[in-house]
């Protein structure tokens, strides 16, 4: 089996969930809309060539993020077949627990130059991502929410210039090619 779901199978194929899968939905572990995307991933799954690891997705406005821990990286084809599977636009990003690595690919295509950790006053550590340049807002959202889950830490991002207008909206073919770049 390519592909490694939390949830049973058979539950996640059937629709039926037995009261364990059932119990982790309901204690919000997984929202009941991944398991649809769960069913696609195991559906692709025999054409995945190697394990990839389903860790969670998140919703941003009409997008879904899916977060995905593989040893071989992902297929080009994967965030497509996805997107046209689930109806929605699809990304899928490479999970990693190195949250350097996890936040390049999560903000790509800004470039993240450095992670700065703040103490504050109450004992908490602020992690300060700084990238070369703005993320999309809904990504930059997601980014913070993502890095905070997995390192217990607030988190900010910061750009490192203020950018002009144009560079705020990059045209069409940069994003094309930056999701090229990372198989989407
Ligand atoms: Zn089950």
């Not at 860790?55 to 009409?62: E, F, I, L, P, Q």
């Not at 993020?65 to 077949?81: A, C, H, R, S």
């Not at 470039?111 to 006053?121: F, W």
């Amino acid at each position: 089996m390519a592909v490694r779901i939390p949830l049973d199978t058979i539950c996640v194929r059937s629709g039926l969930l037995c009261p364990r899968c059932e119990a982790r939905i309901r204690e919000g572990e997984y929202e009941e809309w991944e398991i649809d995307v769960m069913k696609a991933l195991l559906d692709v799954g025999e054409r995945l060539g190697g394990e990839v690891r389903y860790v969670k997705a998140h919703r941003v406005g009409g997008e879904v993020y899916i977060f995905l821990e593989t040893p071989k990286g992902l297929p080009v084809w994967l965030g497509q077949e996805l997107s046209r599977a689930l109806g929605a636009r699809v990304y899928v990003v490479e999970y990693s627990k190195d949250l350097r690595r996890l936040a390049s690919n999560l903000l790509h295509p800004a470039r993240v130059i450095g992670l700065d950790y703040s103490y504050l006053p109450d004992g908490s550590t602020l992690l300060q991502v700084k990238v070369d340049r703005s993320p999309r807002r809904g990504v930059e959202e997601l980014a913070k929410k993502v890095l905070s889950l997995v390192s217990g830490m607030e988190v900010t991002i910061q750009a490192t210039q203020a950018p002009t207008t144009t560079e705020a909206r990059p045209d069409k073919s940069d994003i094309r090619g930056a999701l090229d770049k990372i198989g989407l």
